[in-house]
């Protein structure tokens, strides 16, 4: 037989402070319960034995027949061994977040649940901190306001008539939430192109604490179309704004509503919101820094929550805050807006209908602003990323060219012709300048003159032969120990060289 449901044990160590609930005294009575306390025991005897090395239990028979202690007041006590084959009902005990059907919501919503969200930094509307502030009003608390006062077009006295007001009000009344959530929160949402889901459990959501037991589960909500969203922040914030892994599921929620009917209270529906909403203004905030090096926290409220109860609809505002110590969650807000008593007339009821479809337009552009800012920022860190890649592509092609055969270092030298005659060599060379010594500036002459001839060949441009010449005449200048230039004689037919070779076959 299983176990009533309850928070597993760490919930309530957890807590700063412990209400007597139902669920904890439930909780109290199973850790009072005889058979507990037994199993505790035994464990601690059998620990203590294992430790001295020696058996989980004691021969009490064979103890006691060595002269040892009279046994007969243990007669009959059931044997260690045997009070451990006793297995405890027990539940699980985790930190993953558990789903609370409808029937348990009344008392699962409890006081501690409320501790909790305190503990956690979600606080509820009216809350005062130990040291009697309040928190900060949200910084676009009269915006709000104002947007909620603007005339609705899809509603007025010809196309709600009293009439339907007087139906309005028997529905209202009914005790089935189901019934509620068929004939008149449909009135109150509207017809719109909003998408809009209920009764989805947020399955895929990380928690803001770490052993929290309920999930958001909220009966009606507004988000975005899983497209609308670009691929890069949907992967990046999948489980912050990604609600429920149903594809075609709204995603990124800010407005949510909890419907309580007359037999339901309003403390659970309170405790609901509290949740519904931390969760929304977390998914803006995602959203509103993302690819942010540091977040911004500008006070403003962007998610809304809403609680339809008693033939009344309670309006709320959730907003954040920075952390007031660093390691800490940021602190989550809730400002009531308005309370609207849509039964007491039919102007109020125009006017809490009204108030209602301004705020699902209100809490739509909040969301579409967003999105469009981390989307444009994906966008262009990937457009970005893309231009690098491209660039390092260019970058590589282009030196893959200049390292190809163009290049003049790299060409090879050309091969000396087989018929070259040394004499008509020597002579060129002797036309050509002074002839300079080997290990002096003739060396680079000859370097210079290689180069000249190799890039002649190549069809590289004459200016670049020319630069070449020019430095080898700039080493000559520079070298230390220069050779001297000889004058250049006047142009004459015939080389010295030649002339005396001549003069010495005439003397012959």
């Given amino acids: ?26 909780e109290l009575d199973r850790q009072s319960a005889p058979q507990h306390q037994l199993k505790l025991g035994v464990s601690k005897t059998s620990h203590a034995s294992a430790r001295r090395g020696g058996s989980s239990t004691l021969d009490s028979t064979r103890f006691a027949s060595a002269c040892g202690p009279d046994i007969c007041d243990i007669r009959g006590l059931p044997r260690t061994d045997q009070s451990m084959q006793y297995h405890e009902p027990t539940r699980r005990e985790t930190t993953k977040p558990t789903r609370v059907s409808a029937q348990k919501r009344s008392i699962a919503y409890d006081a501690n649940f409320r501790q909790h969200c305190e503990d956690h930094h979600m606080y509820p509307p009216f809350y005062r901190f130990p040291d009697s502030r309040r928190p900060p009003k949200p910084a676009n608390l009269n915006e709000i306001r104002q947007a909620l006062k603007v005339p609705s077009g899809s509603l007025s006295p010809s196309t709600a008539s009293e009439s339907a007001f007087e139906d309005f009000q028997c529905t209202s009344m009914t005790g089935s939430e189901s019934t509620l959530m068929a004939k008149v929160i449909p009135f109150i949402t509207g017809d719109t192109d909003i998408p809009n889901e209920g009764h989805l459990p947020f399955t895929n959501l990380d928690e803001r604490t770490k052993n929290i037991t309920l999930r958001p589960n909220p009966d009606f909500f507004d988000g975005a179309r899983p497209e609308a969203i670009d691929q890069g922040v949907r992967e990046a914030l999948y489980r912050t704004v990604v609600p429920t892994v149903k594809t075609d599921a709204p995603i990124a ?34 959203l509103q820094n993302h690819l942010l090096e540091k977040p911004v926290y500008d006070d403003n409220a962007y998610s809304f929550t809403a609680i339809f109860h008693g033939g009344c609809l309670y309006i709320y505002a959730h907003y954040l805050t920075a952390p007031a110590e660093l390691g800490q969650n940021p602190r989550c807000h809730m400002a009531q807006l308005h309370i609207y008593a849509l039964t007491a007339s039919h102007e109020a009821w125009l006017d809490g209908v009204g108030a209602f479809r301004n705020l699902r337009k209100l ?42 055969p163009a290049i003049v270092s790299g060409c090879p030298s050309l091969p000396e012709s087989s018929d070259s005659n040394p004499e008509t060599e020597e002579t060129n060379n002797e036309l050509d300048g002074p002839h300079l010594d080997r290990h002096g500036q003739g060396e680079a002459g000859d370097r210079a ?32 120990h220069p050779q001297p230039h000889a004058p250049r004689s006047p142009p004459s037919p015939l080389s010295p060289r030649l002339a005396k070779k001549k003069r010495g076959g005439d003397d012959g």
């Fill in 449 to 480: 003159h290689s180069r000249l001839a190799t890039e002649a060949s190549t069809g590289v441009e004459t200016n670049l032969a020319s630069s070449l010449a020019s430095e080898a005449r700039e080493k000559d200048r520079n070298s230390p």
């Fill in 363 to 404: 809490a739509k552009k909040y969301r579409d602003q967003f999105i469009e800012t981390a989307n444009a920022r994906v966008r262009r860190r990937r457009a970005e990323a893309t231009a690098i890649e491209g660039g390092t592509r260019a970058t590589e092609e282009k030196s893959n060219e200049v390292s190809g």
């Fill in 253 to 286: 929620p800010n407005l949510f509503l909890e419907v309580e009917s007359t037999t339901g209270t309003l403390d659970v529906a309170k405790a609901q919101v509290i949740l519904d909403g931390a969760h929304g203004v977390m998914m803006m905030h995602a």
């Fill in 1 to 26: 037989m299983d176990s009533p449901w309850n928070f597993p044990p760490t919930f309530y160590d957890k807590l700063s402070k412990v209400w007597l609930t139902p669920l904890a005294l439930q």
